[in-house]
């Protein structure tokens, strides 16, 4: 018996692009045909997408509906008025999309491979798109085994080696493989093993997917990020266009710093804690300063108002520190990047309504609630000052 009639096209010869075929069912918007060209989607992957041809009229096919009683092609309205149950049709796959995705998942099964055989990690579950691989793994890894990982699996790209695609009954699969294979196995009679390697091979997982002849295709794995558990990797062009354009931007970093690798991420982390450790001494004096906060006060319309010229300070030390802020006061900072803040404890006065005073009456940009609120003050020439006018006039 050849198992290859009774298993999907796409097992068997994932490069047949177009297959004769008749509609064995039809429902609003989606057929069945009798065969089994399109991959349903299943695995951690997409769909494959394409059209259907009748009498020179090409209907596009725009998912898989994978049902109990097979997989029902969908298919839109104009599609729906031309094709009926028993005629024979033309299926045609979108080549790109598959091949990309024969690609992604094949590269997915060496990576997955190289982190078994180097660190025995498991992969416990993958995803693919058009050139890309998202996958979680048993354990976290160091930049250097994950550096190792793409080194390795690269490698045996270059190498290349024969993507086999083995179809045999349960039978066969418990007596021959099953000590050996990767992955779980459906409930059906029939297994589909992928094997990575001439003879014996070196890697073989139960799958029932879509996958390239021989490494050699895949133009390499690149690294897109990995945080935790999560590895996510790009292939081709769009690997070697993110890697670039990830590049290109280091460069920028690198002339603006004047420092490269390990001492650029140094000199980035130093700069860093010297801006905490700054931020954390601005929020200490901002929090002495509002601390004796009626000491600084003026009486402006009945109103206890604080002006002060902070240009050191910014939102965020501002808005921490006002937390400690006593009751009754209009406090107004100008801070870094010339930004005049107006923070109110006074229940009775909105520190937007003053805002938006200001911005009435200087076109600058800003906003606010009640209590806190904010303008742009660079064109103005004495912010502090131009505030206590229009407190001054306000009622
Ligand atoms: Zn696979």
């Not at 029932?208 to 990020?225: A, M, P, R, Y």
């Not at 700054?278 to 929090?287: A, S, V």
């Amino acid at each position: 018996m050849n198992l290859n009639n009774f298993s999907p096209i796409y097992w068997s010869s994932s490069y047949q692009r177009e297959v004769e075929a008749k509609i064995i069912g039809k429902n609003k918007n989606e057929v069945k045909v009798d065969k089994t060209l399109f991959y349903p989607s299943g695995g951690g992957q997409l769909s494959d997408l394409g059209i259907i041809v009748y009498q020179q009229q090409e209907i596009k096919v725009v998912g898989i509906l994978k049902r109990e009683d097979g997989n029902w092609l969908q298919i839109d309205s104009v599609g729906d008025s031309i094709l009926e149950e028993g005629v024979e049709v033309l299926l045609q796959l979108d080549w790109d999309r598959r091949y990309s995705f024969m690609k992604s998942h094949s590269s997915q099964h060496l990576i997955s491979h190289v982190l078994k055989r180097l660190f025995d990690v498991e992969t416990l579950k993958a995803n693919f798109d058009d050139e890309k691989i998202d996958i979680e793994i048993s354990r976290s890894l160091s930049e250097a085994e994950i550096l190792e990982v793409l080194q390795e699996s690269n490698r045996l790209i270059n190498e290349g080696a024969e993507v086999i695609s083995i179809i045999v009954d349960k039978d066969e699969y418990k007596r021959k493989y099953r000590d050996d294979a990767r992955g779980k196995i459906s409930n059906e009679n029939i297994v589909r093993l992928i094997q990575l390697g001439e003879g014996e091979g070196f890697d073989l997982t139960c799958c029932g997917g879509v996958h390239v002849k021989n490494l050699s295709e895949i133009n390499g794995i690149f690294l897109d990020t990995f945080k935790g558990n999560s590895l996510k990797f790009y292939i081709d062009k769009h690997g070697i266009d993110s890697v670039n354009k990830q590049r290109i931007l280091m460069i920028y970093l690198e002339e603006a710093t004047a420092k490269k690798g390990e001492k650029l991420v140094e000199m980035l982390i130093n700069k860093l804690n010297e801006g905490r450790i700054l931020q954390e001494g601005n929020l200490r004096l901002l929090k002495m300063i509002f601390a004796k906060i009626d000491y600084r006060c003026q009486e402006i319309n009945d109103k206890k108002v604080v002006l002060l010229n902070l240009p050191e300070i910014d939102r965020q030390v501002l808005q921490s520190a006002a937390r400690e802020l006593e009751k009754g006061f209009l406090t107004v900072v100008l801070g870094r990047n010339d930004i005049l803040y107006f923070i109110s404890t006074d229940g009775e006065l909105s520190a937007k309504e003053i805002n938006d005073l200001i911005i009435e009456k200087t076109g600058s940009k800003g906003g606010g609630n009640k209590g806190f609120a904010q303008v742009n003050a660079k064109n103005i020439e004495d912010p502090l000052s131009l505030v206590k006018e229009v407190l001054t006039m306000f009622s």
